[in-house]
């Protein structure tokens, strides 16, 4: 689909960063009612990845605004998936190529939970938990707060990034100013939902992506600290559920209370093993592989504000688990109970001794640790309890022949990704954001959620960063998602500098 020619657009005078930013905030000024209402239309669109009809009309909407813009765009399919949106703005003379990945889909909601409908955006004066009020959409720019939310699902995560992307090139146009990289757009339909296709997609179409040499992905907070950030890895993410065994039907707990086995009784006590009184794992193993940071990456770690005592008092939580600090503790590896399930409770509850209970385990890896290592280590620790490990409901014979039964059932998971902070393209990158961040920016090693940035770093060998705009309080996958918008406008701006970033 690429054309010959490219598309080049005039460079009216030499640009330095303080030049870029005031070009974007004299756009965001002019044009900041029309871009909300954009974004208000594109948030309009349910966009849950199961919702086949709708994830197609987000798609075509989204193509359609590239295709306004110049983009050369087009839908990659596969049957029964949601599609990628795939735009190619080729720059005559550019030396290199810089894909901007999105998603476009978000998570389910539940209408119930929300103050308004989610998808029929929500204009408020300030977060509604701080007691902001609902107003009209502005007809004007000095109605425009950067305190100001637009409430919808995916306003956070992650649609906030696409309008960002097509004000930037809505900007760069408008002042006839010169994209100095070839730009890749690729905005994905069902990383909510596991990004199951994702792989298939990018071998199904190397030749469209060999050519990158770097990956942004624009997805994420910035910091609890309000403070900007880059982020240069994830964590992996893996699970299991694991069910443990009582008598073969639930018995009445007068009759056979203390002689039946109880198997929440002994799920508790499985679990209880495997962290020590400061919730450190224990498992044996389990902080073995590892990777350590490098010297650039200490540093950066060592700049990051602590924010415990911060989120503390925020979240509720009077002891947090582990001695380090809440940065430090996002480069180990977790294991978190996720349910559990046993029986019944309030109301519901019987005076019955249950049949079996249910743990689900969810373990987020960091750089070095395999998910299926990981997943072994956890099965040796459930053996060296006592349990016999089965993978199906265990029969009579089984029963009779083992004291303590555990059914372990394996997710599907993949591992960490961090890209280096030491690649010249990355120095670029955090040279440019900073022109626009300042020295407020953040340079994060890893941020505590997973994504499937192996399938770059690893797979395609390229180096990939996150730039997070959405404000850390978004409420992102709950109820009452949210975009504050002076981080819709600090996106804007970022994303114009990096596509006019020197050569």
């Not at 204009?123 to 720019?141: T, V």
């Not at 994905?188 to 060999?210: F, K, P």
Request: one cysteine or more.
């Amino acid at each position: 689909m690429r054309i010959i020619s490219a598309i080049t657009l005039l460079l009216t005078f030499t640009l330095h960063a303080q030049d870029i930013n005031k070009l974007s905030e004299a756009h965001i000024e002019k044009n900041g009612v029309q871009i909300l209402q954009d974004f208000r239309t594109l948030l309009s669109i349910p966009n849950v990845a199961f919702d086949l009809p709708n994830i197609n009309k987000n798609a075509a909407y989204i193509k359609a605004e590239l295709e306004k813009r110049g983009v050369e765009s087009k839908l990659l399919r596969m049957v029964g998936t949601p599609p990628i949106v795939y735009g190619y703005y080729p720059v005559k003379g550019a030396k290199r190529t810089i894909a901007f990945y999105v998603h476009y889909d978000g998570q389910p909601v539940d209408k119930k939970k929300w103050t308004t409908d989610p998808w029929q955006p929500t204009y408020y004066s300030k977060a509604l938990f701080d007691g902001g009020e609902q107003l009209d959409f502005p007809s004007s720019f000095d109605q425009i707060d950067e305190e100001h939310r637009i409430y919808a699902r995916s306003a956070g995560d992650d649609k906030a990034p696409i309008i960002t992307i097509l004000t930037a090139l809505d900007m760069i146009q408008s002042n006839k100013l010169k994209v100095t990289s070839n730009l890749v757009f690729f905005f994905e339909g069902q990383e909510e939902a596991g990004s199951r296709q994702l792989q298939q997609y990018l071998n199904d179409n190397r030749a469209l992506v060999d050519e990158i040499d770097l990956w942004l992905f624009c997805d994420g907070p910035v910091h609890q600290s309000r403070r900007p950030q880059l982020v240069f890895g994830v964590r992996g993410v893996t699970g299991m559920e694991i069910t443990t065994y009582g008598p073969n039907r639930p018995l009445h707990s007068g009759h056979y209370g203390n002689w039946a086995p109880v198997p929440g009784q002994l799920l508790a006590d499985l679990i209880a093993s495997m962290k020590d009184k400061d919730g450190n794992v224990i498992i044996d193993g389990f902080y073995d592989d590892i990777e350590p940071l490098s010297d650039l990456e200490k540093e950066a770690l060592s700049n990051i504000p602590l924010i415990d005592e911060q989120l503390k008092a925020e979240l509720g939580i009077n002891n947090p688990e582990g001695t380090e600090s809440y940065n430090e503790r996002l480069l180990r590896p977790s294991l978190t109970i996720r349910g559990l399930s046993s029986g019944n409770t309030g109301k519901l509850a019987r005076n019955v001794v249950p049949a079996t209970a249910t743990a689900a385990i969810g373990m987020r890896l960091v750089k070095g640790c395999d998910p299926e290592k990981q997943k072994d280590l956890v099965e040796a620790h459930i053996r060296s309890q006592g349990f016999y490990i089965v993978r199906e409901d265990p029969d009579q014979e089984t029963r009779m022949k083992y004291s303590k039964i555990a059914k372990v059932t394996r997710s599907s998971g993949y591992p960490a990704a961090r890209t280096s902070m030491d690649l010249p393209i990355i120095q670029d990158v955090i040279k440019r954001s900073k022109d626009v961040a300042g020295e407020d920016l953040l340079l994060l090693p890893t941020l505590g959620g997973s994504l499937p940035l192996y399938l770059f770093t690893d797979e395609l060998k390229k180096p990939a960063i996150i730039l997070p705009i959405a404000n850390h309080d978004n409420n992102q996958h709950a109820a009452d998602e949210n975009l504050r918008i002076g981080n819709l406008w600090y996106g804007v701006k970022l994303m114009s500098a990096l596509m006019t970033m020197d050569k």
